[in-house]
């Protein structure tokens, strides 16, 4: 409907109250999907609920995130596939499952590699981190949104662990990261990579006799229930990371894309940072209460054992990881 002049104003006043009312256009909505292998109660996933709420603030509603944990979609190899296919929107992954594209990115599961958190901060956040993202991009088509933590790992066993050697010939489960399956047999253990989910009834069943991660993945997952021993190695830190598909990144709108940056940065390298620091230290004390814990393992006994694991890692991933891991080094 066209309207002139002459008939705007042979309308009047009345005339234009009763005129046709044309909507102003509204924003189509946008829906994505978040998924995670990750239990409910567990840091990761209250900070992707953090990260959905604010992109939808942020958005005045246009944009709502369907979180889907506990690997209902996804388990943590899948979703980085999925990613960097662009069936999945956004997920919790890591550099070691990148690693199975591209083994240089495995740099960070390097045992001992790293002192302590604020260590990991700088090479987080610094120019070693925006490398890192960078190389991700150009070589796999994953947009890290924000690299992240999830803390230092330690082992949870049926058997308890003094020294290194106390891990030989079991059967211990590791994520399907080839660093951390090479690991486990210079450790002299029988490597099984099974999905997260999967472990506390493996270790009921007996499929496996023990397997490592962040403290605070212990408590959540109950584990200890039917694994008694605890022991604080330290040995990888465990980096986790909002990680979102380019091709889906690339198809939003701008002003959508700058909220989603914006509210992973936050929900991740801050929030999720801090509250990790303290629900790690927590989740420790509170394992030394239902388990038989040992904080002070014979550390030496594990490093002896891990020259001949960086060597073939460096010689699998190239000079790449080479530079990432000397990078680190020097930023120690």
Not at 16 to 36: D, E, N
Not at 105 to 128: A, C
Not at 296 to 318: C, E, L, Q, T, Y
Request: charged share 20%.
């Amino acid at each position: 409907m066209i309207i002139t002049r002459r008939k705007l104003l042979g309308y009047g006043a009345a005339g234009v109250l009763a005129m046709p009312y044309v909507a102003k256009a509204q924003a189509q909505p946008i829906r994505l999907v978040f998924s995670h292998h990750i239990p409910t109660n567990h840091l990761a996933h209250r900070t992707a609920e953090r990260f959905a709420a604010d992109v939808n603030k942020g958005t005045n509603g246009q944009v709502t995130i369907d979180i889907r944990p506990a690997s209902q979609l996804f388990n943590l190899r899948t979703s980085a596939e999925a990613l960097q296919l662009g069936t999945l929107d956004f997920a919790w992954t890591d550099l070691g499952t990148l690693a199975n594209w591209q083994p240089q990115f495995g740099f960070t599961s390097v045992p001992f590699l790293f002192n302590d958190y604020d260590h990991v901060k700088k090479v987080l956040y610094g120019q070693i981190g925006q490398q890192i993202v960078a190389d991700v991009k150009s070589t796999l088509g994953v947009d890290i949104l924000c690299l992240g933590a999830s803390g230092f790992r330690i082992f949870c066993s049926k058997k308890e662990i003094k020294s290194a050697d106390d891990l030989r010939g079991i059967k211990l489960r590791v994520p399907e990261i080839p660093v951390y399956v090479e690991m486990a047999r210079a450790l002299g253990t029988n490597p099984t990579p099974i999905p997260a989910g999967e472990i506390y009834t493996a270790l009921q069943t007996g499929v496996i006799d023990g397997f490592e991660g962040p403290a605070d993945f212990v408590q959540t997952g109950k584990q200890y229930e039917v694994a008694k021993f605890v022991t604080r190695t330290h040995h990888i830190f465990t980096e986790v990371s909002m990680m979102g598909s380019v091709k889906k990144m690339a198809s939003l709108p701008a002003n959508v894309q700058k909220v989603i940056r914006e509210a992973a940065v936050d929900a991740t390298s801050k929030w999720m940072w801090e509250t990790n620091l303290k629900e790690q230290t927590d989740a420790w004390t509170d394992l030394t209460t239902k388990a038989t814990a040992n904080a002070s393992p014979n550390i030496p006994s594990f490093r002896s054992k891990m020259g001949p694991v960086i060597d073939s890692f460096v010689a699998k991933a190239g000079p790449k990881a080479k530079a990432y891991i000397e990078a680190v080094q020097k930023a120690a």
